[in-house]
């Protein structure tokens, strides 16, 4: 019986890349400082590994940025844009690699970012590959054989990560029509075979592929393609140990391919699909080992060792220990560094924390299932299993999870809970006379940048270095810098720049009850952005209002309108580590009440204009499309409840971003918001084509530039998309306003595409008045 991991976090214990990466950006980090920081996480990832036993230990599961860019990389399927940086010598290959990830505006260039979508069902993002018809590719970056030699010569048993090819090509999208992505196998293929000529010619033995994929719904090419591709591998291959993992679901329909593909391993998720374990067993031929994904890669929660031995000794029983490999179920780029660092009690209670394990407890969690499972059960080992069930126990009879008036309210909320007074078309009426909003009204998503200054304070005040007093008067200056700047610059409907918050989740889930946080429980998102979900733990309920003060300040400042922000219930659930007791419609339902009195309270303060912000709800969809319904019906009951309490002159909007909502515009529809908000630049507004073919009936704002990126588009850039906009969605229905929130961005970029954005939307404005001037002169 053998032990391997799928990937380890790789921004290191203390976000080290976080910071390398931004002072590289900011040309205060030399190249090789940043090497050497990667290089650094790398080793320290391997030793963990190495100490705790491990067999098999991931090399190239490290990133500086994204695992699918560098997949781009190595196969070198760099867009035609980027030719410019690629061949030219003064730019290094990170340059280039950062330039696809967020673009570049230098040195005379002016090159936009790469598209950014959500991996799977996860707040990980990855950089999507961008295929033409007859596509060529060629072995462009080395990193996956430079990263196997490193760990070799570092004496670590080392396993090399790739990307499947077809999930490679399934990951990305066509750039032109009249072709299909998988078309390009037969082209992508020489160079996976190629990498893995180098692979073997410098010694390795085992090669993982992540086929994620083969969990999902999958058509007949894509499983021919499956075939061919493994089947071409192993005649080149005779001698690697071939594992092919997948995860975030079952099998299910693809377990007759995905057993019968020529491999020495086959990995399946126990966690989020543990009934499919009797029907692999049965299915799989007796030259495939199995590999059991029984640790949770997702969540933060302990691992109940007597489960997974139950799964562990049934497939022992069955197989034979031989042909058993016991891991996560999915890489631990999902999770925290080390439950270790939490040493603060006021912060995580010691109660809290005993039900938990981050990565480096999930790594010693799969070693002592292999000695458990193995009959190595020396004291210590023992003590451990004791420890394990005295933790589930407590945590299964404590009373900080349980809240009875909580439980009671969820389960008498009706139909009318979840409804406006009116529908959508005479709501628009009341709104348009009460707010008197011009033709493409300007507003922002939410957040303005937090500078050095802003965190500082935060920190001080944290640490008891700046009194209540003192840090409210600082906050408020910001504010109302913010306010009147937004005036200045014409912006229609303002926002107060949260300078208040940290996260958009970790701020709501710090007022609500239910919630734990961590000092350093941070996750990658995308590239340097980190953050630190909070972990739910128990039945949520609003104590106390969470953001009116704010509001309700930043709206006594000026006569304009200020929307009120808050994160909606789906979203605050997607992105936190959430209590695995019960159903997660039943804990997102909590959470919309709560947010229900929060919306109450602000309209009550004098907010006419709400966002509530769900930009994970097509995350949270399920990979399979045969789930869907079930998701989507509690998902969006969910959003109208917390929506559903206000008066019709009040105007709902929500906000969605980096999400496919082709399969699910009845939906969102359905959710029924005044105006949604949702990222389009990156995509040229393809995005908006569903809209307009749906006839969507509310309004939107499509964002006319990508916040992602630290370039600054052209008031031309954005009037070219509004008028790409005006193409498919009438114009009465148009809003005008960035892809996301602007916390991440520095002032002086913010301020010159703000002030573009404004004379972009009242050039489209004038220009669509001219048209109509025209239209009716000749009628």
């Known amino acids: 019986m053998q032990t391997h991991l799928l990937g380890c976090p790789r921004i290191g214990s203390n976000r080290e890349l976080k910071k390398a990466c931004e002072l590289y950006w900011a040309g205060k980090a030399s190249l090789q400082q940043l090497l ?63 330039a696809m990830a967020r673009g570049y505006q230098n040195n005379g260039l002016d090159i936009t970012a790469m598209e950014m979508t959500k991996w799977f069902d996860t707040n990980y993002h990855y950089i999507v590959p961008e295929f033409r018809k007859n596509q060529q590719f060629t072995l462009f970056s080395d990193k996956i054989i430079r990263e196997f030699i490193r760990a070799r010569q570092s004496g670590i048993n ?45 010694g390795a033995e085992y090669i993982q592929f992540d086929e994620p994929f083969l969990a999902l719904d999958l058509n007949e090419k894509a499983k021919e393609t499956y075939k061919y591709i493994y089947g071409e ?138 000695k458990l499972a193995s009959g190595n059960q020396d004291y210590h080992t023992l003590q451990l299993l004791a420890e394990n069930r005295k933790a589930l126990e407590n945590r299964k009879i404590s009373t900080l999870i349980h809240h009875q008036k ?167 659930l997607q992105w936190s580590f959430v209590r695995d007791d019960q159903p997660r419609s039943l804990t997102c339902k909590q959470i919309a009440l709560a947010i229900r009195d929060e919306v109450t309270d602000l309209e009550k303060a004098g907010i006419r204009i709400i966002q509530i912000d769900e930009p994970a709800i097509r995350e949270g969809l399920p990979l399979r499309k045969s789930d869907w319904q079930i998701y989507l019906k509690w998902a969006v009951e969910a959003f109208r409840i917390s929506a559903s309490g206000v008066e019709d002159a009040t105007q709902i909007h929500t906000h969605m971003c980096y999400s496919e909502f082709n399969d699910i515009i009845q939906n969102i529809a359905d959710m029924d918001a005044d105006v949604i908000t949702i990222e389009c630049s990156r995509s040229q507004m ?20 990508d916040i992602h990126s630290p370039r600054v588009p052209s008031k031309e850039e954005m009037v070219e998309l509004l008028n790409k906009a005006q193409a498919v969605i009438p114009a009465q229905q148009l809003w005008v306003n960035p892809d996301c929130g602007l916390k991440t961005r520095h002032w002086d970029e913010t301020e010159k595409a703000l002030i573009a954005m404004v004379e972009a939307a009242r050039e489209a404005s004038r220009e669509y008045v001219k048209r109509e001037k025209l239209k009716n002169h000749r009628l």
């Not at 996976?192 to 410098?202: A, M, N, Q, S, T």
């Open 36 to 98: 050497e920081t990667g290089e650094a996480i790398s080793q320290n990832n391997w030793k963990i590994q190495q100490e705790a036993g491990i067999d098999l230990i991931p090399c190239n599961d490290f990133s500086y940025y994204d695992q699918v860019l560098d997949m781009t990389l190595s196969v070198g399927a760099i867009p035609e844009r980027y030719k410019g940086i690629a061949s030219e010598e003064s730019y290094s290959e990170l340059d280039l690699y950062f």
């Open 158 to 202: 080392a396993k090399p990560v790739i990307i499947g090819l077809i999930t490679y090509l399934l990951l990305g999208k066509e750039k032109e029509e009249g072709f299909d992505k998988l078309d390009l196998a037969q082209n992508l293929l020489p160079v996976y075979i190629e990498i893995l000529k180098e692979l073997e010619r410098h």
């Open 233 to 370: 591998i192993r005649k080149h291959f005779p001698d690697f140990k071939l594992i092919i993992t997948t995860y975030f679901e079952g099998l299910k329909d693809n377990l007759s391919l995905a057993s019968s593909l020529p491999a020495d391993i086959l990995h399946i998720d126990l966690v989020r699909c543990p009934e499919q374990l009797d029907n692999v067993l049965q299915a799989i031929p007796s030259t495939l080992s199995l590999s059991l994904g029984v640790v949770d890669g997702r969540n933060i929660w302990k691992n109940n060792f007597e489960k997974s031995l139950q799964w562990i000794k049934k497939a022992s029983e069955e197989l034979g220990p031989e042909r058993v490999f016991i891991a996560p179920s999915c890489s631990l780029l999902h999770v925290p560094f080390d439950l270790d660092s939490e040493t603060h009690e006021e912060v995580l209670s010691p109660e809290i924390k005993q039900w938990m394990a981050f990565a480096k407890q999930k790594i010693g969690e799969i070693a002592v299932l292999k």
């Open 406 to 572: 909580v439980k009671d309210r969820a389960s008498v909320t009706t139909e009318a809970d979840a409804q406006r007074n009116n529908p959508f078309s005479i709501r628009k009426e009341i709104q348009q006379k009460a707010l008197q909003l011009p033709l493409f009204p300007t507003t922002t998503i939410g957040s303005f940048p937090q500078t050095k200054e802003v965190r500082n304070w935060r920190a001080k005040f944290k640490k008891g270095e700046l009194t209540a007093g003192h840090y409210d008067e600082l906050l408020k200056k910001e504010t109302e810098k913010t306010i009147r700047w937004q005036e200045k610059t014409g912006i229609d409907v303002l926002v107060h720049g949260e300078f208040e918050r940290n996260d958009m989740v970790e701020y709501f889930g710090e007022q609500l009850s239910g919630f734990a946080f961590t000092q350093n429980g941070w996750v990658q998102s995308y590239g340097s952005r980190c953050v630190k979900p909070p972990v739910i733990y128990g039945d949520v309920h609003r104590p106390h209002p969470m953001t009116v003060y704010w509001s309700a300040y930043a709206q006594s400042l000026t006569s304009k309108w200020v929307k009120g922000m808050l994160t909606g219930p789906v979203t605050i």
């Open 686 to 705: 393809e995005l908006l084509n569903a809209f307009a073919d749906f006839k969507y009936p509310n309004e939107i704002g499509p964002g006319v530039y």
